[in-house]
């Protein structure tokens, strides 16, 4: 009784964190970006013919919280796997120090990115979209909800780079809580329907292999192109970028933010 009463409260508590984490980040990007701001950040709308309603919305968010329940229960299971043993994650940082820390959250990014592009293409096949990636696309002009509006098989694939990640690497159980909270905010900003990276983006040498958040909004439009999740690297070596992201791009973030005019004399 007492450990069924433990996984409930760790349950609770994790999906408490997540509740406030991800409705702070999709809800204040909404509100300011689709509510409060519309009128100034409309020149960065990236779909020139809005589509997302109330009704878009309702139904975002009532899949992201099925999708935030699923998630509260995997990171249960990674919790006592790691109580019990059986997992890479650690809690010292003299075990690995400092250094290696920071290059964990990075290697995690880079097989987060590599595990991402290659799911995503599988659930694009003709023999598997119908059934489980589609309901995300349904969402084709995305909002900040659309992050984590998955079919709960999306879900659990999304989810189970996690479960990789302390297989295979050593890893700090904070890297692990870093890694999540950036991801997830990353995945908001990439579905947030603006573009609000700078103009110089693309001329920036690091920086350009970094996907701005008009890379995937493509995806969602024209849905058979740009898989890749935080970098270019997949797409630009499996041929699968569409050409016109960068153009796009600069042609969106060109655009001059509204500015109320002066009044008149």
């Given at each position: 009784m007492?450990?069924?009463?433990?996984?409930?409260t760790?349950?609770?508590?994790?999906?408490?964190?997540?509740?406030?984490?991800?409705?702070?980040?999709?809800?204040?990007?909404?509100?300011?970006?689709?509510?409060?701001?519309?009128?100034f950040?409309?020149?960065?709308?990236?779909?020139s013919?809005?589509k997302?309603?109330?009704?878009?919305?309702?139904?975002?968010?009532?899949?992201?919280?099925?999708?935030?329940?699923?998630?509260?229960?995997?990171?249960?299971?990674?919790?006592?796997?790691?109580?019990?043993?059986?997992?890479?994650?650690?809690?010292?940082?003299?075990?690995?120090?400092?250094?290696?820390?920071?290059?964990?959250?990075?290697?995690?990014?880079?097989?987060?990115?590599?595990?991402?592009?290659?799911?995503?293409?599988?659930?694009?096949?003709?023999?598997?979209?119908?059934?489980?990636?589609?309901?995300?696309h349904?969402?084709?002009?995305?909002?900040?909800?659309?992050?984590?509006?998955?079919?709960?098989?999306?879900?659990?694939?999304?989810?189970s780079?996690?479960?990789?990640?302390?297989?295979l690497?050593?890893?700090?159980?904070?890297?692990?809580?870093?890694?999540?909270?950036?991801?997830?905010?990353?995945?908001?900003?990439?579905?947030?329907?603006?573009?609000?990276?700078?103009?110089?983006?693309?001329?920036?040498?690091?920086?350009?292999?970094?996907?701005?958040?008009?890379?995937h909004?493509?995806?969602?439009?024209?849905?058979?192109?740009?898989?890749?999740?935080?970098?270019?690297?997949?797409?630009?070596?499996?041929?699968?970028?569409?050409?016109?992201?960068?153009?796009?791009?600069?042609?969106?973030?060109?655009?001059?933010?509204?500015?109320?005019?002066?009044?008149?004399?």
């Amino acid at each position: 009784m007492e450990t069924i009463f433990e996984i409930i409260t760790v349950w609770l508590m994790d999906l408490g964190i997540y509740f406030v984490l991800y409705f702070l980040m999709a809800g204040l990007a909404f509100f300011l970006l689709w509510k409060k701001f519309t009128k100034f950040y409309l020149p960065r709308r990236i779909q020139s013919k809005p589509k997302a309603n109330d009704a878009q919305i309702r139904i975002e968010i009532k899949r992201s919280i099925i999708t935030l329940l699923l998630f509260a229960c995997f990171d249960v299971s990674i919790y006592y796997m790691e109580k019990s043993g059986y997992t890479l994650l650690y809690s010292n940082f003299n075990d690995y120090g400092i250094g290696y820390f920071f290059l964990s959250i990075l290697l995690m990014f880079l097989m987060h990115d590599t595990y991402f592009y290659w799911t995503h293409r599988i659930m694009h096949h003709k023999s598997i979209f119908k059934y489980v990636h589609k309901i995300h696309h349904e969402s084709i002009d995305t909002t900040p909800y659309t992050a984590f509006s998955f079919h709960p098989i999306e879900s659990i694939i999304e989810y189970s780079i996690s479960f990789l990640l302390v297989f295979l690497i050593p890893g700090h159980i904070l890297s692990l809580i870093i890694f999540q909270i950036l991801s997830t905010l990353y995945n908001v900003i990439g579905h947030m329907g603006y573009e609000l990276y700078p103009a110089n983006w693309y001329r920036i040498p690091f920086l350009k292999f970094k996907t701005p958040s008009t890379h995937h909004n493509l995806h969602h439009s024209k849905f058979n192109g740009n898989y890749g999740l935080y970098f270019t690297w997949w797409d630009r070596w499996m041929d699968t970028e569409f050409p016109e992201t960068r153009e796009r791009f600069e042609e969106i973030t060109k655009r001059p933010l509204y500015r109320e005019p002066a009044p008149s004399a």
